[in-house]
T-cell receptor
Framework: DQQVKQNSPSLSVQEGRISILNCDYT??????FLWYKKYPAEGPTFLIS?????DKNEDGRFTVFLNKSAKHLSLHIVPSQPGDSAVYFC?????????FGKGTRLHILP | EAQVTQNPRYLITVTGKKLTVTCSQN?????MSWYRQDPGLGLRQIYY???????DKGDVPEGYKVSRKEKRNFPLILESPSPNQTSLYFC???????????FGQGTRLTVV
C-alpha cells in the first residue's frame, strides 16, 4: 500500500521556467511534509519542509504548498536552473519515521 | 563538518557470507535509520533507532539486523545475504523531530 505517490516518474522543464513537482498521500497522521533532492552517486539532501498546520512555505526559489483536504503536496521551483536537475523525493514525517515517495526525475533543459 | 559516513561505498559479496555496513554520524543525533533504494520503489525504511539501545523495524526488515550500542554508530548487519538484497543502501540521522534527515553517500551492495 503506497502511502506517498509521486505519479510523474520524470519531468522536463526549460531553464528559467517554473518546475512543479506533485505528490499525493493517503495517510494524514504525519506532522511534516518534506522534499528531498538527490544527485547521482550521492545521498538525498533535505530541501524544504512544511508543517501540517501551514499551507505554504518559501525558501528562496523553492516553495512548498500543502492542500490537506486534497491530501496533495507540491514543490515549485522558479526560476529553474541547470543545477536543479536531480531526483526529487516527497516524504511524510512524524516523530518515529519518514516515508518517502518513489521520486520524480527533473530534467532542466537549456 | 556535519556528516553521516557509511562504509564501504561499494561491496560485492557471495550469498550467505555475513557482512556489516557501518554508519557513523557526528551530529549527536538521537534518530538513525537505514533505507534501501531500488528502481521503481523509491526509498524504503529497513530499521530505525530512536536512541541508544532502542531499535525498531521499518517497512522491509526481513534479512537484516541492526544494533545501537553508541549514539554515533548504527551498523547494518546481513547475517546471510541473498541476491534479493542487492540494492543501494542509505543511512540517515536526524534530531528528534525528524524534519531534516542527513543521509550518508550510500553503499551499493551486490550479492551474487
Amino acid at each position: 500500500d503506497q502511502q506517498v505517490k509521486q505519479n510523474s516518474p520524470s519531468l522536463s522543464v526549460q531553464e528559467g521556467r517554473i518546475s512543479i513537482l506533485n505528490c499525493d498521500y493517503t495517510n494524514s497522521m504525519f506532522d511534516y511534509f518534506l522534499w528531498y533532492k538527490k544527485y547521482p552517486a550521492e545521498g538525498p539532501t533535505f530541501l524544504i519542509s512544511i508543517s501540517s498546520i501551514k499551507d505554504k512555505n518559501e525558501d528562496g526559489r523553492f516553495t512548498v504548498f500543502l492542500n490537506k483536504s486534497a491530501k496533495h503536496l507540491s514543490l515549485h521551483i522558479v526560476p529553474s536552473q541547470p543545477g536543479d536537475s536531480a531526483v526529487y523525493f516527497c516524504a511524510l514525517g512524524r516523530d518515529d519515521k519518514i516515508i518517502f515517495g518513489k521520486g520524480t526525475r527533473l530534467h532542466i533543459l537549456p | 563538518e556535519a556528516q553521516v559516513t557509511q562504509n564501504p561505498r561499494y561491496l560485492i559479496t557471495v550469498t550467505g557470507k555475513k557482512l556489516t555496513v557501518t554508519c557513523s554520524q557526528n551530529m549527536n543525533h538521537e534518530y538513525m535509520s537505514w533505507y534501501r533504494q531500488d528502481p521503481g520503489l523509491g526509498l524504503r525504511q529497513i530499521y530505525y533507532s530512536m536512541n541508544v539501545e532502542v531499535t525498531d523495524k521499518g517497512d522491509v526488515p526481513e534479512g537484516y539486523k541492526v544494533s545501537r550500542k553508541e549514539k554515533r554508530n548504527f551498523p547494518l548487519i546481513l547475517e546471510s545475504p541473498s541476491p534479493n538484497q542487492t540494492s543501494l543502501y542509505f543511512c540517515a540521522s536526524s534530531s528528534f523531530q525528524l524534519i531534516e534527515a542527513f543521509f550518508g553517500q550510500g553503499t551499493r551492495l551486490t550479492v551474487v
